[in-house]
């Protein structure tokens, strides 16, 4: 199985300021035949289910602020947001679904 | 509007069995892959079953192969998730999720939580 290791497990952003969560597999999540990293990234306020924020490792689903941006390929990827808010405090998860077998980051604690 | 809502969770003891639930509205359901995955009190997600959109595929986690079982059942659009010989480990909030393009998950239900103790 694909494991997926997020850094770090927690970190405190100033309002305004920008946070970066890094998530690297255990092997490559790019699939060659349509050069598309199987890559997803979540957020979990306390008390909620996880909500999908990016897919495709840098594709923002509908309705995600802009401040919200995702990036890397192959084993590397990042999590940037940019002008953080008081409503962002959250975990954050990676997740990995290349192939039948699905895997999470062990989650990254952001606060204020 | 696009929902899942789970049901069935419960205290159990270890050895048991259980049956979740997941209701769906708001999309054509037997079109869509849909998901099981848990979360362990204070602990992280854990993807737990996938099933295809006419049954036909299933995968599971290597934690749970031989004592859960995900099926579903198009003309009620619901997912269920069997769950036999229950361990202590196996406490945590089950979340349903509909499985969209090759693997992400949106939306979520509210999860339905499992407790396995004597």
């Known amino acids: 199985d694909i494991v997926m290791t997020q850094s770090p497990d927690s970190l405190a952003v100033s309002l305004g300021e920008r946070a970066t969560i890094n998530c690297k597999s255990s092997?490559?999540?790019?699939?060659?035949?349509?050069?598309?990293?199987?890559l997803a990234w979540y957020q979990q306020k306390p008390g909620q289910p996880p909500k999908l924020l990016i897919y495709?490792?840098?594709t923002r689903e509908s309705g995600v602020p802009d401040r919200f941006s995702g990036s890397g390929s192959g084993t590397d990827f990042t999590l940037t947001i940019s002008g953080l808010q008081a409503e962002d405090v959250a975990v954050y998860y990676c997740?990995?679904?290349?192939?039948?077998?699905?895997?999470f980051g062990q989650g990254t604690k952001l606060e204020i | 509007e696009v929902q899942v809502v789970e049901s069935g969770g419960g205290l159990v003891q270890p050895g048991g069995s259980l049956r979740l639930s997941c209701a769906a509205s708001?999309?054509?359901?037997?079109?869509?892959?849909m998901t099981w995955v848990r979360q362990a009190p204070g602990k992280g997600l854990e993807w737990v079953a996938n099933?295809?959109?006419?049954?036909?595929?299933?995968y599971y986690v290597d934690s749970v192969k031989g004592r859960f079982t995900i099926s579903r059942d198009n003309a009620e659009n619901s997912l269920y998730l069997q769950l036999n010989s229950l361990r202590a480990e196996d406490t945590a909030m089950y979340y349903c999720?509909?499985?969209?393009?090759?693997?992400?998950?949106?939306?979520w239900g509210q999860g339905t939580l499992v407790t396995v103790s004597s």
């Open positions: 999720a509909r499985f969209i393009g090759f693997g992400w998950l949106d939306p």
């Open positions: 708001g999309f054509a359901f037997r079109t869509y892959w």
């Open positions: 099933i295809k959109e006419d049954g036909s595929e299933r």
């Open positions: 092997q490559s999540v790019l699939y060659s035949s349509n050069n598309k990293n199987y």
């Open positions: 495709w490792a840098s």
């Open positions: 997740q990995q679904y290349y192939g039948t077998s699905y895997t």
